[in-house]
């Protein structure tokens, strides 16, 4: 049963204020919302780069920032403070949501996990390979991984547009495709993104997060512990050659995934606490406060760290730093004079295909192939037409691929704008045929659906 609120429970009326900022917090919480913001930030980008105001964009994003003080500065453009440095909080969170999923959901056993997994790898080998059959022999194939990435917020919000209609066994199938997918991506980038390696720096990160599973070990819950030494590790790989996100994938999994007080030791603690006056009799202003911040403290004690981060930064990752990276990076700047050449690009059309043909064949195809070979079966309520639905909106490749062509094409501003311009025009497509399919073969919702999903019962 959950809980519904402050009125049920202890009698409070809201405020017109609180009901305010309820009905916004309704609104933030809708899984498309996030995704409707990324594509409004890369319309802006797109918009303003070519616009007559197109060079204050780029002198907006490559003017240098300076973090720190003296010897311990770091001067570099904003783009790479937020390529570099918020997107390592945006691998946190993918680094959370990968160990919680592992220990505790649908990747936590085998059989769970094989038909998603198996998805994944399809839709990620065949794109890579249709990008390659378009760039085979060129210095331009460094960027294979970028059609292979899918977009997991992008993904899941287009869905949730489909309410109700959509069976739940389908949502956990495209989420923990996702997250198979983001691990593979997270591997692709530290094993063939990785520049010159120092040795020296690799081993003070390595040092670094051992120190923090030590922690975890000994029972360290706070998260500011955490916080406060991740910063080294960041620095350690940003000077080591791999790239500083890893560092944020590998600093989640040192946090605690268990609570430190049991529900049941916290309820039964708090029962006893407010049961200790007698029923009736008044208690001084002071009383009530110290037993209200036992509670509290108790309270936090009781949510594992792991939960407690991705809450916190959920909404900072998906309304802030992912918006943020979208505007820095969809701009592209697009002449008439190169419109010929860029239809001609293999870049731009290896990854554009690889996005759109190349993850509905390899995750349709590999799905397919595991059942027939009788390895796994589908999950229930789910038919083949919402699977083909599903592998097309894994297409959607949008900040995974941006993130991964920054690292293939960092020197090659070019062909970095051709990669960018093939992930819109792939993504989109994948978005908008995935929904028409979806649209057309999953159930018209019924009346009580209907009226749930718009909130007005």
């Known amino acids: 049963m959950w809980i519904e609120g402050l009125e049920r429970y202890y009698a409070c009326r809201r405020t017109p204020v609180e009901r ?3 009905r916004l917090r309704a609104l933030f919480e809708r899984p498309y919302v996030g995704g409707v913001l990324l594509v409004v930030c890369a319309a802006v980008a797109l918009v303003w780069a070519n616009s007559p105001w197109g060079e204050s964009y780029t002198a907006l994003f490559f003017t240098h920032l300076v973090v720190g003080y003296g010897d311990v500065a770091l001067s570099k453009p904003l783009v790479f403070w937020i390529n570099d440095g918020l997107m390592a909080i945006f691998f946190f969170v993918v680094g959370l949501e990968i160990k ?4 505790q959901g649908e990747l936590s056993t085998w059989r769970k996990a094989s038909l998603p997994v198996f998805a994944a790898i ?3 080998l065949v794109p890579a390979l249709i990008f390659v059959a378009f760039n085979v022999g060129m210095p331009t194939l460094r960027g294979w991984a970028i059609p292979a990435a899918t977009d997991i917020a992008f993904a899941i919000g287009i869905l949730s547009l489909l309410g109700e209609r959509v069976p739940h066994a389908l949502r956990i199938f495209l989420l923990s495709l996702a997250i198979a997918d983001d691990i593979g991506a997270v591997v692709v980038i530290a094993l063939f993104y990785t520049s010159e390696l120092s040795l020296g720096a690799l081993a003070v990160g390595l040092a670094g997060l051992a120190l923090l ?3 975890n070990r000994l029972g360290v819950y706070h998260l500011g512990i955490y916080g406060v030494l991740g910063i080294p590790i960041w ?5 080591s050659g791999i790239h500083p996100t890893v560092a944020g994938v590998l600093l989640a999994w040192t946090i605690p995934i268990r609570p430190r007080m049991s529900w049941e030791r916290f309820r039964e603690g708090t029962l006893r606490l407010l049961g200790e006056p007698a029923v009736g009799e008044r208690v001084s202003a002071a009383y009530a406060m110290a037993v209200v911040e036992q509670v509290e403290e108790a309270s936090i004690r009781t949510i594992p760290p792991l939960y407690r981060a ?7 990752v998906t309304y802030g730093i992912m918006p943020l990276f979208a505007l820095a990076n969809a701009g592209v700047r697009v002449e008439v004079a190169q419109v010929a050449e860029l239809l001609h690009s293999p ?7 690889g996005l759109f043909v190349g993850k509905q064949l390899g995750i349709f195809g590999i799905t397919w192939l595991m059942t027939r070979l009788g390895l796994a079966s589908l999950p229930a309520q789910v038919r083949w037409s919402h699977i083909y639905g ?11 691929a941006l993130f991964i062509a920054g690292l293939a094409y960092a020197d090659a501003l070019q062909k970095l704008d051709e990669a960018k311009l093939g992930i819109l025009l792939g993504s989109f497509l994948a978005a908008v045929v995935g929904m028409v399919v979806l649209w057309r073969v999953l159930p018209q919702p019924t009346s009580r659906q209907a009226t749930v999903a718009h909130g007005t019962e």
Request: glycine share 18%; hydrophobic share 60%; charged share 5%.
């Open 347 to 353: 870049v731009l059309w290896g990854v554009a295909l």
């Open 100 to 103: 919680q999923e592992i220990l």
């Open 213 to 215: 599973w030590g922690c």
């Open 390 to 400: 599903v592998s097309l909106l894994a297409g959607i490749g949008f900040t995974m």
């Open 235 to 239: 620095i350690a790989f940003l000077k």
């Open 310 to 316: 991705l809450h916190g930064l959920h909404g900072w």
């Open 122 to 124: 399809g839709g990620m």
């Open 20 to 22: 305010i900022q309820e």
